[in-house]
C-alpha cells in the first residue's frame, strides 16, 4: 500500500475504528489462477481477527492458495476535494481537485470454516452488530432453527488471522490551515463525515 508520510495512520485504535467504520471491505485472496475478489461484510472481532462468510457457491474459499497471505481493505469516509474550497486558490489560482479517504489493509492467513456451530457463532456476531442500536433488533433467533440451518448449507464462514495493518489518513494534512479549514466548511453540507473527519486532524 502506497502511503505518502504525511497521510500514514499507524495509531492501533484509529485502524480499528476505520475498520469497523468501513461499510462493505473487499477480500482479496491468491489463487492458482490469479487473485480472488470479493466484496462482503466483515466483522473486526480483535486486532488480529476478522470474520465473516461468503457463499458456498463462491469459488474464492476453495482455491485459496493454503498458507498465502490474503488481503481484506477496508475504507471509511472519503469524498472528492473542490479546489474552490481551498484559500490558496483566491490567493494564486494554484490549486487542482483530490480525493481525501481512510483506508486500512489488513494482511493475513485465511482460515475456512465448515464446522456449523463456528459458523453460527460468526453469522451471529454479524447479525448481533449490524442489528445493534436498532429499536427492534432481529436475531437468528427469530428464524425457525430448521430455516436457519439450511441457510448455513449455502455459505462458508472465512477468519482472516491478521499478521499487518497498513493505514493511510489522507484528511488535507499537507495543506494550509486555512485550506484545510475551508475543505471542512466546503464539504460540511456534502460530506459532513468527512468534514468531521478533517477537523479531528486539527
Known amino acids: 500500500m502506497y502511503i505518502p508520510p504525511a497521510f500514514a495512520e499507524n495509531r492501533p485504535e484509529e485502524l480499528l ?4 467504520a468501513a461499510s462493505l471491505p473487499i477480500l482479496i485472496t491468491p489463487t492458482a489462477a490469479g487473485l480472488a475478489i ?4 466483515l466483522l473486526v472481532a480483535g486486532p488480529d481477527r476478522i470474520i465473516g462468510h461468503v457463499a458456498k457457491a463462491n469459488p ?17 469516509v472519503d469524498g472528492y476535494v473542490s479546489p474552490n474550497w481551498y484559500a490558496t486558490k483566491a490567493e494564486t489560482h494554484k490549486v487542482v481537485p ?11 492467513t485465511l482460515e475456512i470454516i465448515e464446522d456449523t456451530q463456528e459458523l453460527l457463532a460468526i453469522v451471529t456476531a454479524l447479525v448481533n452488530h449490524h442489528e445493534a442500536g436498532r ?7 427469530d428464524a425457525p432453527p430448521a430455516y436457519i440451518a439450511t441457510q448455513l448449507k449455502g455459505i462458508i464462514g ?15 494534512q499537507n495543506k494550509t490551515l486555512p485550506d484545510r479549514h475551508g475543505v471542512i466548511k466546503g464539504t460540511a453540507t456534502e ?12
Do not use: C, D
Open 158 to 172: 472465512i477468519v482472516l488471522h491478521v499478521t499487518k495493518l497498513e493505514g493511510a489518513a489522507k484528511l488535507s
Open 60 to 76: 474464492q474459499w476453495r482455491q485459496a492458495l493454503p498458507g498465502a497471505e490474503s488481503v481484506a481493505i477496508f475504507t471509511a
Open 38 to 41: 470479493t466484496h462482503l461484510p
Open 98 to 108: 483530490t480525493w481525501n479517504y481512510q483506508a486500512v489493509h489488513a494482511t493475513g
Open 17 to 20: 475504528a476505520i475498520m469497523r
Open 135 to 141: 429499536p427492534a433488533p432481529w436475531a437468528v433467533a
Open 191 to 202: 460530506n459532513p463525515a468527512l468534514s468531521e473527519a478533517i477537523k479531528r486532524t486539527l
